[in-house]
């Protein structure tokens, strides 16, 4: 079955630590983005990639960073820099068109202990 | 900028009580998608429903409807004779249609709504 793999599902990290969460696509979808979740502040978006090797800063790109080397795969470095990383982080894709709608991950959870 | 507004915060109903999710949202963009996703404790986004710009309609699905106003910028979600398998997080989200904008693409969210459905 088509669809995209987040992996891992939990994820603890020291305070100064770099960690990468990985995203994974099999339905040949253009478009990948990142959401981080926040309790009582909906999704807000990290990073999106519309093509391969090209990607845009979303609303809280600072502490963020990603590749897109290839069109199936998105990951996600959350670095040092990002003061408050705990949250849960939802990888998605997109068709072409925006009216195709978009496909999501399970998420995974970072915790920085 | 786009923006999508869930003035509700929690939301709590007993069994088989009718219940409606409140979305407003602000765009500058004439086409667009609004969106209604499900999040259940698992965390995954459940897609409900997709309407575009242009499509007015009322949409009715098993327990579940949809009123679209443009007039007042507001795409409300009801489920009917609530059960406790609805209880999540609804979210409501938008997205421009037009391509080449730098909206384009992008799912703007609004802060969720959390329904607890008591048996």
């Known amino acids: 079955d088509g669809g995209i793999t987040q992996s891992p599902k939990y994820l603890f990290r020291k305070e100064g630590q770099n960690v990468t969460l990985s995203c994974e696509q099999n339905l040949n979808h253009d478009a990948m983005y990142w959401y981080r979740q926040d309790p009582g502040q909906g999704l807000r978006l990290i990073y999106y990639s519309q093509i391969v090797n090209d990607f845009q800063k979303g609303d809280i790109a600072e502490g963020y960073s990603v590749s897109r080397e290839k069109k199936e795969s998105f990951p996600l470095t959350v670095t040092s820099a990002q003061k408050n990383p705990t949250a849960f982080y939802l990888c998605a894709s997109r068709d072409r068109e925006v009216h195709y709608g978009y496909t999501f991950g399970s998420g995974t959870r970072l915790t920085v202990v | 900028a786009q923006k999508v507004t869930q003035a509700q915060t929690e939301i709590s109903v007993v069994e088989k009580e009718d219940v409606t999710l409140d979305c407003v949202y602000e765009?500058?963009?004439?086409?667009?998608?609004l969106f209604w996703y499900k999040q259940p404790p698992s965390g995954e986004l459940v897609f409900l429903i997709r309407?575009?710009?242009?499509?007015?309609q009322n949409e009715i699905s098993g327990r579940y409807s949809w009123n679209f106003q443009k007039s007042t910028s507001s795409f409300n979600f009801t489920i009917t004779a609530s059960q406790v398998v609805d209880s999540a997080v609804y979210f409501c989200a938008l997205t421009s249609a037009n391509a080449g904008g730098t909206s384009y693409g992008k799912l703007t969210f609004g802060q969720g709504t959390i329904l607890t459905v008591h048996p």
């Open positions: 765009t500058r963009d004439t086409t667009y998608y």
């Open positions: 309407r575009n710009s242009f499509d007015e």
